[in-house]
């Protein structure tokens, strides 16, 4: 499983990752499984060690902020949510206005990380 990701994922390219599950893993389905959900990347996918890793907040915010990870799992409340993300390709008829884009599409619909 290539990045944690269905072996049946089309993929179209493999670096950088970018695939989506077979039509099959979405139907019948309120949440998509995080091993089906897509992958859009342009660009490698990071490994991360945790601890040397901030997020930095600025620009135009009451209150800048620079938070490590540990900070961000202790300081605040873990929040569960659902949201549907989708590619903009999904917008194909549109953008074709504008150009051509490869046929790719994809959606989501997600409830939290898997941990």
């Known amino acids: 499983m ?3 990701k269905r072996d ?3 993929v179209h390219e493999e670096e950088p990752y970018n ?3 077979p039509p099959a893993a979405l ?3 309120q949440l998509t499984a995080l091993d089906a959900f897509y992958s859009r990347n342009y660009g490698p996918i990071p490994c991360l060690d945790g601890s040397p890793w901030r997020l930095e907040v600025g620009g135009l915010v009451a209150h800048q902020l620079d938070l490590s990870v540990d900070q961000l ?3 605040y409340q873990e929040q569960t949510l659902v949201a549907t993300l989708q590619c903009a390709g999904n917008r ?3 953008l074709l206005e504008f150009g051509d884009i ?3 599409g994809t959606l989501g619909c997600g409830r939290d990380i898997d941990r």
Request: hydrophobic share 25%; glycine share 14%.
């Open 73 to 75: 799992r202790h300081r």
């Open 102 to 104: 490869p046929r790719r």
């Open 8 to 10: 049946d994922m089309v």
């Open 19 to 21: 695939a989506e599950p």
């Open 92 to 94: 194909r008829k549109g």
């Open 27 to 29: 139907v019948g389905r």
């Open 2 to 4: 290539a990045h944690g």
